[in-house]
């Protein structure tokens, strides 16, 4: 089944730690994106690729960190430089045309202890 | 820059009951119009869309119309279930200037349905 993977489910990290979400499509998107949601909100763009080798900061990146070295994964990099990590992080992927739907990951809820 | 806003929730009605959930938009160009659901503790799935002005987006019994004269894009349903217990997120896609390709989204209604 084609789809997005992200791992893990739960993380937890202590202050001070980086961490890397992983985020895996076999859907051969070339668009992929990581947003934000925090309780009682929409969620917020981090970063977004559109093309493999290139990537975007989108309305949020402060702290956090991308890499695109291959068309199926996107990770992303927690660092310790932000400030308010606890959320929950969701990866998308979608094709390049302008009313492409873009497709969830199950998400990733990272804590910070 | 484009925004979304949705009614505030949470709505809670009783089964069978009919639901409408406002959204209203601001963008530049002709965006394309979308709703998604999320389930507690899980990734946002695809509800309906739209493209283009009086475009109808319609699933599970849901629907949504694409109004451009009044920038809104409601969802509605003749009859909810307990199962439609959920959140639900209006979202826009603009592919003019530097916005190609990203979603800005709505801050979510949470619909509770009881038996």
């Known amino acids: 089944d084609g789809g997005i993977t992200q791992s893990p489910k739960y993380l937890f990290r202590k202050e001070g730690q980086n961490v890397t979400l992983s985020c895996e499509q076999n859907l051969n998107h070339d668009a992929m994106y990581w947003y934000r949601q925090d309780p009682g909100q929409g969620l917020r763009l981090i970063y977004y690729?559109?093309?493999?080798?290139?990537?975007q900061k989108g309305d949020i990146a402060e702290g956090y960190s991308v890499s695109r070295e291959k068309k199926e994964s996107f990770p992303l990099t927690v660092t310790s430089a932000q400030k308010n990590p606890t959320a929950f992080y969701l990866c998308?992927?979608?094709?390049?045309?302008?009313?492409?739907?873009?497709?969830f990951g199950p998400g990733t809820r990272l804590t910070v202890l | 820059g484009d925004s979304v806003t949705q009614m505030e929730g949470p709505v809670t009605l009783s089964e069978e009951a009919f639901l409408t959930i406002n959204c209203t938009y601001t963008a530049t160009g002709y965006p394309s119009l979308f709703w998604y659901v999320q389930y507690p503790g899980e990734g946002l799935q695809l509800l309906l869309k739209a493209t283009k002005a009086d475009d109808k987006g319609s699933n599970k019994g849901f629907e949504a119309t694409y109004r451009k004269e009044t920038t809104s894009f409601h969802l509605e349903k003749g009859s909810v279930q307990v199962s439609d217990s959920a959140v639900y997120f209006c979202?826009?896609?603009?592919?003019?200037?530097?916005?190609?390709?990203?979603?800005?989204f709505g801050q979510g209604t949470i619909l509770t349905v009881h038996p």
């Open positions: 690729s559109q093309i493999v080798n290139d990537f």
């Open positions: 979202a826009l896609k603009n592919a003019g200037g530097t916005s190609y390709g990203k979603l800005t």
């Open positions: 998308a992927s979608s094709g390049q045309g302008s009313t492409d739907t873009q497709y």
